[in-house]
């Protein structure tokens, strides 16, 4: 009795999950008819909250990458759990929102834009395998300084083209080695790989990088649903 009453309510939780999800998609979509770019190049000299701007000016401790010459291409498998989603990059959209100011809706041309990092780290998964990868991209840093989060952020949640989902805590989504990711070994990102946008991060094992990211939301709490693998019992932080 208690355990279905349990997955109902996560059912009818993870149902609103979706609508809302939708709901302020639409909202975003529809509610703006000036050129995103420009809206965006005006919210760089806006001033940052003071805790979020902390995080991201506070010295965060790097950690050391690898040379061009360490690169494994042939070790990365692809560790996909459910299917490779088909994606028109013509109407991709990544969405930032959640508690913010300013909600995004950005096309690959406009985070193409952006400014490119680049970094070769160590991908590590669970299931035993390790590969030294080139990954170039966006500052995840840079996405949500743009989107103007309220103080009280704590967590990103990132929502897959493929019903993959995961929460990280705020201060890892900002570190500057986290990046949106759309190119891997200076090509390219290919599509079994995440593109268009992938997260990489040297600070976290390879279930946490969420390949094929369309939506971030920034949030004060935590939701029942924490990771397609945490939900199924695999940590949370899962920090290396
Ligand atoms: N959307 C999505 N992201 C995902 C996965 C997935 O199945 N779907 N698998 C995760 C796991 S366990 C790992 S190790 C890496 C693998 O990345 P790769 O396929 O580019 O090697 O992607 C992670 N991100
Ligand atoms: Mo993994």
């Not at 190049?41 to 979020?52: A, H």
């Not at 990059?89 to 834009?113: C, F, T």
């Amino acid at each position: 009795m208690d355990l279905i009453r349990l997955r109902h309510l996560q059912l009818s939780r993870r149902k609103y999950l979706t609508i809302s999800g939708i709901s302020s998609m639409s909202f975003l979509l529809g509610g703006c008819g000036t050129p995103i770019f420009e809206d965006l190049v005006g919210t760089l000299s806006e001033p940052l909250n003071q805790k979020i701007e902390k995080l991201i000016f506070s010295p965060q401790k790097a950690v050391p990458e690898f040379s061009i010459s360490e690169i494994q291409p042939e070790e990365l498998i692809v560790n996909t759990f459910r299917y490779t989603p088909i994606i028109d990059i013509e109407k991709y959209r990544l969405i930032i929102d959640g508690e913010v100011d300013h909600p995004l809706s950005l096309s690959m041309a406009e985070i193409q834009n952006l400014p490119l990092t680049s970094m070769i780290i160590r991908h590590i998964c669970v299931e035993g395998w390790a590969a030294i990868v080139q990954w170039g991209g966006i500052r995840l840093r840079e996405i949500i300084a743009l989107a103007q989060p309220k103080s009280n952020v704590r967590y990103a949640y990132f929502k897959s083209a493929d019903g993959y989902y995961e929460s990280w805590d705020i201060a890892s989504a900002l570190h500057p080695q986290t990046l949106l990711a759309y190119q891997k070994n200076g090509e390219p990102l290919p599509v079994d790989n995440g593109a268009p946008l992938r997260l990489a991060s040297p600070i976290k094992l390879g279930y946490k990088q969420s390949k094929w990211v369309t939506q971030i939301t920034l949030t004060s709490h935590l939701t029942p649903f924490q990771g397609y693998w945490e939900d199924q019992g695999y940590e949370w932080f899962a920090g290396i």
